[in-house]
């Protein structure tokens, strides 16, 4: 059963995580992955939402995809109890998903009933195709990528992070512009999360 935590910012929703689990937080382990925030020069968004799972009383290590080897993202993604991917450019984030085959693993993962979180690109990453990301994110930072925007592919909706929160609001009307006809949009604030269940999907706010 698919079971995944999706937000803008996991800081500003943190408190809703546990409820959402229906267990205790403590003594969780979370393999963080901060790959989409290489690209950036405003990060701060990765340390806050560290912080905040480790307030829910998880152990939290980074996987860094960039750098790490194969072996090291299958086991590491395996072996603990939440994944987590952060926030940054969804476009590098998917470049270094699919070359290091970590996609595959996560799908995997995800699909054996394990609890995915993710926050920004890390949720706009679980779409079928990330094209809609564009007024967003530059695909520039993925040039590997060559054009071919398919993403995961986890679920049939388009998360769209931020809704109401500068400095994204121009983006993400034109977003709904481009896409609100063709695509399943979800839009979210910071303070809000799609939560995925099986087959019940809700929104929730904190």
């Given at each position: 059963m698919k079971t995944l935590f999706l937000t803008s910012f996991f800081k500003q929703v943190a408190a809703l995580f546990p409820q959402?689990?229906?267990?205790t937080c403590e003594g969780k382990t979370v393999c963080f992955i901060p790959?989409?925030?290489?690209?950036?020069?405003?990060?701060?968004?990765?340390?806050?939402?560290?912080?905040?799972?480790g307030s829910l009383g998880t152990t939290v290590t980074d996987l860094e995809l960039s750098t790490a080897s194969s072996d090291e993202i299958a086991s590491r993604l395996t072996e603990a109890d939440y994944i987590f991917v952060s926030g940054g450019n969804t476009f590098f984030l998917l470049q270094e998903l699919r070359r290091t085959?970590?996609?595959k693993v996560i799908v995997d993962q995800i699909d054996a009933g394990k609890t995915y979180i993710g926050a920004s690109a890390g949720s706009m990453i679980l779409s079928q195709d990330i094209t809609y990301v564009t007024p967003m994110d530059s695909p520039s930072a993925a040039p590997v990528l060559a054009g071919d925007f398919r993403a995961l592919g986890?679920?049939?909706?388009?998360?769209?992070p931020h809704a109401t929160n500068a400095p994204f609001a121009r983006a993400v009307?034109?977003?709904?512009k481009?896409?609100?006809?063709?695509?399943?949009?979800?839009?979210?604030?910071?303070?809000?999360?799609?939560?995925?269940?099986?087959?019940?999907?809700?929104?929730?706010?904190?």
């Amino acid at each position: 059963m698919k079971t995944l935590f999706l937000t803008s910012f996991f800081k500003q929703v943190a408190a809703l995580f546990p409820q959402f689990t229906n267990q205790t937080c403590e003594g969780k382990t979370v393999c963080f992955i901060p790959t989409a925030a290489v690209p950036e020069k405003v990060t701060f968004y990765v340390g806050a939402d560290r912080k905040a799972l480790g307030s829910l009383g998880t152990t939290v290590t980074d996987l860094e995809l960039s750098t790490a080897s194969s072996d090291e993202i299958a086991s590491r993604l395996t072996e603990a109890d939440y994944i987590f991917v952060s926030g940054g450019n969804t476009f590098f984030l998917l470049q270094e998903l699919r070359r290091t085959g970590a996609d595959k693993v996560i799908v995997d993962q995800i699909d054996a009933g394990k609890t995915y979180i993710g926050a920004s690109a890390g949720s706009m990453i679980l779409s079928q195709d990330i094209t809609y990301v564009t007024p967003m994110d530059s695909p520039s930072a993925a040039p590997v990528l060559a054009g071919d925007f398919r993403a995961l592919g986890v679920v049939d909706f388009s998360v769209v992070p931020h809704a109401t929160n500068a400095p994204f609001a121009r983006a993400v009307a034109n977003i709904q512009k481009l896409y609100s006809t063709t695509l399943d949009l979800r839009l979210i604030s910071n303070n809000q999360a799609v939560t995925v269940r099986g087959d019940e999907v809700h929104t929730v706010t904190a």
